[in-house]
């Protein structure tokens, strides 16, 4: 290896341990600090991110960046080390624009705004968390103007989660998509009641479902040497480095679908961060190609598997043997039917299917308001109810059941929510791809064998870890750019025949 390149690696592999120190004190604020260290907390975190962003936009990093590419000149355009260039230089002239001390400062509101974020769920007050939320998104307005001149203001906040990616392209995807959800969620409406998920709604002791959802875990392919799970709030996954993934969860006793599909579908993000070659480990290469393509493995475990038929012919006798109170008497069909019923709900992390990306729209229109100016925080609570009657019939009885029911904005993740609905459409253009690779993968999955599915995930995506723009690695898999297509094919086929459209 060239010298430049090596220094370069040395400086890159210190600004991830910081970072890695970082995710550490946060994966511990969710989990096990007592509240008590809220405040001690927002400093030691404020103190790492601002060292690491330091240590990461100094002059010599910009030198040896432009140093490195002779060393390099004589790998491919794929080869690891021009695209470590590449990917590196990318994020560095982006932070480079951004002051250490606004840094410092996000640090400490967000982890300061995310404890307050939590007793007002507990409480379900919107306005103990209102300043801190006042807060944040004059601070994220504060953060596009590094980036001006922009289209949307919401485009710097949007490209840190989708690089690439702009909120005009993600209203043009949303614009096509929404009638059309729209109109497939209103015939299954006119069908009346015809799925019944009462058997859900029974006591499922915590640790009869965290075993299965852990034996699920396992048999997908995730590794406990590299990984463990824990409680947490609001279920996430977290890497400290490839050999170190780890998944929260949390309970319902008197509701089996949410750990349960939570647990898959951070397993989903798991098995990706597991993937990813060690190689790459203290590099920026060691990450996801973007959110959404993160949001497209888990929601391949958590939906595209585990709400399939053929996923639970090879479980459900398990989850018969853990709960033969509630379920010996239900059969699989009842049982495929309950976990895939449609309809509208309050809480995004539960909905189904069908009505999930509606609450993203919710969510991109409302934050795009705030960021733009239209919409004032303080009458936020009112705009979310009066949408998700507009969108899906309901209004929330609650702030806790409504707009303070996600993480996400306490912690500065303005720009982050449509990587969910997007995820959703790379999983099902992917799986439409897989599906013609893996002709008989159903019936693997009713083997309870994911080897192959999980092959072809890491073979195609998970081996290139940051390698790639994300869209384009996406068109390149699956031959065609990013639609909605495969999407609606996906739901109209699923939901057609369960309620017989
Ligand atoms: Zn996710």
Request: a negative charge; zero cysteines; charged letters at 25%.
């Amino acid at each position: 290896m060239g010298e430049k390149l090596a220094k370069l690696k040395d400086i890159l592999g210190e600004v991830a341990d910081l970072r890695a120190a970082e995710s550490v004190l946060g994966w511990d604020q969710q989990t096990y600090m007592p509240p008590g260290g809220a405040d001690g907390r927002a400093m030691v975190l404020s103190t790492l991110s601002r060292l690491s962003h330091e240590r990461f936009v100094s002059d010599q990093v910009g030198e040896l960046i432009e140093a490195a590419q002779s060393e390099v000149a004589a790998q491919g355009p794929d080869g690891d080390d021009v695209r470590l260039l590449r990917v590196t230089r990318r994020l560095y002239e982006k932070e480079r624009k951004v002051p250490a001390e606004y840094v410092a400062e996000f640090s400490r509101i967000t982890s300061l705004a995310n404890q307050t974020w939590q007793q007002a769920r507990a409480e379900s007050k919107f306005s103990i968390f209102q300043e801190h939320l006042v807060q944040i998104v004059k601070m994220r307005r504060q953060y596009a103007d590094f980036f001006a001149p922009y289209d949307s203001v919401y485009d710097p906040l949007l490209d840190d989660f989708e690089p690439g990616m702009k909120a005009s392209q993600v209203k043009q995807i949303f614009d096509a998509l929404r009638p059309r959800q729209v109109e497939l969620i209103q015939a299954i409406a006119s069908k009346g009641p015809v799925v019944d998920d009462a058997i859900l709604y029974k006591h499922y002791p915590e640790d009869r479902q965290w075993t299965f959802g852990l034996e699920a875990a396992q048999r997908f392919g995730y590794d406990l040497q590299r990984g463990r799970q824990d409680k947490s709030a609001h279920p996430f996954t977290t890497d400290f480095n490839t050999g170190d993934v780890r998944i929260t969860t949390r309970f319902d006793a008197d509701y089996l679908a949410d750990a349960l599909f939570s647990t898959l579908h951070e397993t989903g993000h798991a098995l990706y961060g597991q993937g990813i070659p060690a190689r790459f480990d203290r590099t920026p290469l060691a990450a996801a190609l973007s959110l959404a393509v993160h949001e497209s493995q888990s929601r391949t475990w958590e939906n595209l598997v585990g709400r399939s038929r053929a996923f639970w012919k090879a479980f459900y006798g398990r989850l018969q043997e853990l709960f033969p109170e509630n379920l010996s008497q239900v059969d699989l069909e009842s049982f495929y039917r309950a976990i895939n019923k449609v309809s509208p709900s309050l809480i995004r992390v539960n909905a189904d299917e069908a009505t999930y990306n509606l609450h993203i729209m919710l969510r991109f229109e409302l934050e795009l308001a705030l960021m733009e100016g239209t919409l004032a925080v303080p009458d936020l609570p009112q705009a979310w109810n009066s949408r998700m009657q507009e969108y899906l019939g309901l209004t929330p009885p609650n702030d806790a059941k409504g707009v303070l029911q996600d993480i996400h904005w306490s912690f500065g993740g303005i720009g982050y929510f449509p990587t969910y609905a997007l995820g959703n459409l790379v999983a099902a253009q992917l799986w439409e791809t897989i599906l013609a690779a893996i002709p008989d993968l159903p019936q693997q999955i009713e083997r309870a064998e994911f080897g192959g599915l999980l092959h072809w995930l890491r073979e195609n995506l998970h081996k290139h870890g940051a390698k790639f723009e994300p869209m384009e690695l996406i068109e390149r898999v699956t031959g065609a750019a990013l639609s909605p297509e495969p999407y609606l094919r996906y739901l109209k086929g699923k939901y057609g025949e369960i309620y017989r459209l």
